[in-house]
């Protein structure tokens, strides 16, 4: 045994869901592997909302959903060692259990209730450590790392305020800390000037919290909306229901908007595409397996070198989404065997082509179309795009309403989610051309999101709500070109072949910032990039290379230095790692998880006495 006396600390900075999942992995390891002497386990978080985040955050108003049925949240994890709590529940159960709700897997519940969930599991773990181990907890934002003796010295604000000198030493750090805050871009400066300048107008370039973002706003005004992703949900929602309005069902079970009178007249949605996200809704039942884009077949493609998405990935994928659509369009038809008969992806064709002849009139379907409905430079007038758009989300709302097995659009729709554990093994450490992750980062990922992880159908029918009752106006949604109007003091959003002006009094972005590094204006990554603890991941090949915008790591998580020296004494999990890794921006527990053996390595390391194993 060592002495009882000496502390060994680990810091981990960022106390939402994936740090507090780091500290999970700690306190299981270290039931397993016990340590010698007394260990501390700090958790920095920049609010008193630790588990929850500000994502979950537990007083946000209730008609925030999850994006995700319940059936997927497990903040548990199911590999060994098993967690020191004594009842680890799924979010399913624990919502049963603790809310006096009945849910299924399949529902969507507030994300309020998620932070419920995961802070009274981070209280679990807290008050069941093993052994000699302690949690600290403290609200404050770090601001800068350093090296000190062979360990780690934080620099700590609290409220604005930099504390005195670090006086406390940790041998190893973890970083999750979660979406970037990116510096703003000289268009946003100018819209912040434009309106700190005309007391007629205002620019909104956050929209969280949203119960303070739009208090000043006043009753009847108009908006132009920045993003039509998922944030543009929030924000609209906030905007309606969050200044009292009501949505109800009608006789016949239409959803209809009863206003308050304090929402806005109009708000004109607008992004490059002007296309809403497609709603999902999750059906109970055993989900069909992708036929092509399998293991075997992806296997065979990382053996030949660096990927390239459009050659090599895409035509197996948009062989699946032909698969899904014709299986489920047939059985509809009346072919209750649909595709399943099918040897090879020829064979579907010569299937689908027989399917065709007995069906003429039947939607045909292309995975370039889905994903690109409109070709990219087509212009509409405001008020057809507006019909369009009208039109189309109805469609969307009432396939994504039937469900996966009976919608082929719905069909077609889960392609891509079932296909991203896989993609994230081929993407991840540049396992794509630097040409090659740059197309699929800029040009396809965002499409494939748009069709794929939309809002839960209860949101849409809301969306759709509003669009019949005249407040979503999507005149001016694809590509508008964004003026100031110095006369009259509001922002002009101008789209369509006949240039029609709408004039707003609010600006507001509905967008949350993309991972990336270089713009991160956060101090702490600034200073752990200035001090060269960290560098951002470039992918490269022979004569290209793609900057994303990732901090490198190895594929244990550990950080790359600008010697080029893996540190084991920090490591990073989640978003701050989106670029070198896939699809981190999620609560899941398997995809991208590096704390489970950075948990083992230093559980290892600290079940020696420190003399032996303390270097540097
Ligand atoms: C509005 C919104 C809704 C979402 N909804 C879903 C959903 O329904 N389902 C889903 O799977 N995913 C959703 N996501 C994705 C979300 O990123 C993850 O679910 C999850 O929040 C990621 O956890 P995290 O701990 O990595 O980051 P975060 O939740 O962002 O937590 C990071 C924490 O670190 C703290 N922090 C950051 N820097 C410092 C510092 N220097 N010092 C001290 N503390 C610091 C922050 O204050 C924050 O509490 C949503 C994201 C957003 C923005």
């Known amino acids: 045994m060592g002495d009882y006396k000496?502390?060994?600390?680990?810091?981990?900075?960022?106390?939402?869901?994936?740090?507090?999942?780091?500290?999970?992995?700690?306190?299981?390891?270290f039931k397993v592997n016990p340590p010698t002497e007394r260990i501390e386990i700090r958790i920095f978080n920049r609010?008193?909302?630790?588990?929850?985040?500000?994502?979950?955050?537990?007083?946000?108003?209730?008609?925030?959903?999850?994006?995700?049925?319940?059936?997927?949240?497990?903040?548990?994890?199911?590999?060994?060692?098993?967690?020191?709590?004594?009842?680890?529940?799924?979010?399913?159960?624990?919502?049963?259990?603790?809310?006096?709700?009945?849910?299924?897997?399949?529902?969507?519940?507030?994300?309020?209730?998620?932070?419920?969930?995961?802070?009274?599991?981070?209280?679990l773990i807290a008050s069941n450590l093993p052994d000699k181990v302690f949690g600290n907890y403290s609200v404050g934002e770090v601001t800068d790392i350093y090296k000190d003796s062979g360990k780690y010295a934080l620099c700590m604000d609290t409220n604005g305020h930099e504390k005195s000198p670090p006086t406390e030493l940790y041998d190893h750090v973890l970083l999750a800390t979660g979406h970037p805050r990116n510096r703003e871009?000289?268009?946003?400066?100018?819209?912040?000037?434009?309106?700190?300048?005309?007391?007629s107008c205002g620019y909104i370039p956050y929209i969280y919290p949203v119960e303070t973002a739009f208090k000043d706003l006043p009753p009847s005004c108009s908006i132009g909306m920045k993003g039509i992703g998922l944030t543009f949900v929030d924000a609209v929602l906030a905007l309606t229901e969050g200044k009292g309005g009501v949505f109800k069902r009608d006789e016949s079970e239409k959803l209809v908007y009863n206003p308050s009178g304090n929402e806005p007249k109009v708000i004109y949605p607008f992004s490059r595409s002007g296309l809403p996200m497609l709603?999902?809704?999750?059906?109970?039942?055993?989900?069909?397996?992708?036929?092509?884009?399998?293991?075997?077949?992806?296997?065979?493609?990382?053996t030949r070198g660096k990927i390239d998405f459009k050659q090599q990935i895409w035509p197996l994928l948009s062989q699946d989404m032909i698969y899904a659509y014709y299986d489920i369009a047939?059985?509809?038809?009346?072919?209750?065997?649909?595709?399943?008969?099918?040897?090879?992806?020829?064979?579907?064709?010569?299937?689908?082509?027989?399917?065709?002849?007995?069906?003429?009139?039947?939607?045909r379907f292309d995975p370039d179309t889905f994903l690109d409905p409109l070709q990219e430079n087509s212009t509409f007038d405001g008020q057809?795009?507006?019909?369009?758009?009208?039109?189309?989300?109805?469609?969307?709302?009432?396939?994504?309403?039937?469900?996966?097995?009976?919608?082929?659009?719905a069909a077609v729709t889960a392609v891509w989610k079932k296909a991203s554990s896989l993609f994230c093994d081929l993407y991840s450490f540049g396992g794509f051309t630097p040409e090659s992750q740059r197309y699929f980062d800029r040009s396809i990922r965002g499409k494939l999101n748009r069709v794929t992880f939309g809002p839960p159908v209860e949101s849409a029918e809301k969306m759709y709500a509003l669009v019949e009752s005249g407040i979503l106006n999507f005149g001016a949604a694809r590509s508008p070109n964004l003026s100031m109007d110095e006369k009259s003091g509001a922002f002009i959003l101008e789209s369509g072949q006949r240039s029609l002006r709408h004039h707003v009094q609010y600006l507001v972005d509905?967008?949350?910032?993309?991972?990336?590094?270089?713009?991160?204006?956060?101090?702490?990554?600034?200073?752990?990039?200035?001090?060269?603890?960290?560098?951002?991941?470039i992918n490269r090949a022979t004569q290209e290379a793609y900057q994303t915008g990732a901090v490198n790591i190895t594929p244990e998580g550990f950080v790359i230095d600008n010697q080029g020296n893996v540190n084991s004494g920090i490591a990073v999990t989640g978003t701050p790692t989106e670029g070198i890794t896939f699809d981190n921006d999620t609560l899941s527990r398997n995809r991208n998880n590096f704390v489970n053996s950075w948990a083992e390595y230093i559980s290892k390391e600290y079940a020696k006495p420190e003399t032996e194993h303390h270097a540097n």
């Not at 929850?52 to 008609?63: C, D, F, K, L």
């Not at 799924?90 to 969507?108: A, C, F, G």
């Not at 009346?334 to 064979?347: I, N, V």
């Open 6 to 29: 000496t502390i060994r600390k680990i810091a981990i900075i960022g106390g939402g869901p994936k740090g507090i999942y780091g500290f999970e992995r700690l306190a299981a390891w």
């Open 185 to 199: 871009t000289e268009e946003q400066l100018r819209y912040q000037s434009f309106a700190n300048k005309h007391t």
């Open 279 to 302: 709603p999902r809704r999750s059906v109970p039942g055993e989900m069909s397996k992708l036929k092509f884009f399998t293991k075997p077949e992806l296997q065979k493609i990382q």
């Open 384 to 409: 057809t795009f507006h019909q369009y758009i009208h039109s189309q989300y109805n469609f969307y709302v009432k396939e994504a309403r039937k469900g996966e097995f009976k919608s082929p659009l």
């Open 510 to 537: 509905a967008r949350i910032p993309k991972m990336s590094l270089a713009d991160d204006c956060s101090k702490l990554f600034r200073k752990l990039l200035n001090r060269g603890l960290i560098t951002t991941f």
């Open 47 to 123: 609010t008193d909302s630790f588990a929850a985040g500000e994502n979950y955050r537990v007083g946000q108003p209730s008609w925030l959903l999850i994006n995700n049925p319940v059936g997927e949240v497990n903040m548990w994890p199911e590999e060994k060692p098993s967690p020191v709590v004594p009842l680890p529940l799924s979010l399913t159960e624990w919502v049963n259990r603790n809310e006096n709700l009945h849910v299924t897997d399949q529902d969507y519940t507030s994300r309020a209730i998620v932070g419920r969930y995961l802070a009274h599991g981070f209280r």
């Open 330 to 363: 047939m059985k509809e038809a009346g072919f209750p065997e649909g595709l399943s008969a099918s040897t090879d992806f020829e064979d579907v064709q010569r299937t689908v082509a027989e399917y065709q002849q007995k069906c003429p009139g039947l939607k």
